[in-house]
């Protein structure tokens, strides 16, 4: 899980041009600076990078980027 984490915040910053600070396990999307545009950029970053494809709606309703993570985890465990 921290993995996912960690890659999910490398998108989020190099990607999506977010700042790192804000961007913390217990940070609601809101809070960490995750906007539609965000979602969007990490929507397409998934499916390429790891081949797991989440729509920018399940995405958005993640209450939290722990939270997030575990969906993506989750997701890319399935995939596999």
Not at 2 to 23: D, F, N, R, S, Y
Not at 45 to 62: H, K, P, Y
Request: no cysteine; glycine share 6%.
């Amino acid at each position: 899980m921290k993995h996912v984490l960690e890659e999910l915040k490398g998108i989020l910053t190099t990607q999506a041009g977010l700042p790192p600070a804000p961007i913390t396990a217990d940070a609601t999307l809101a809070d960490a600076g995750i906007d539609s545009m965000a979602v969007t950029v990490l929507s397409m970053q998934l499916e390429d990078r790891m081949g797991v494809f989440l729509t920018e709606d399940e995405l958005s309703r993640a209450p939290t980027v722990t939270a997030l993570a575990d969906l993506i985890a989750s997701r890319a465990a399935g995939s596999r």
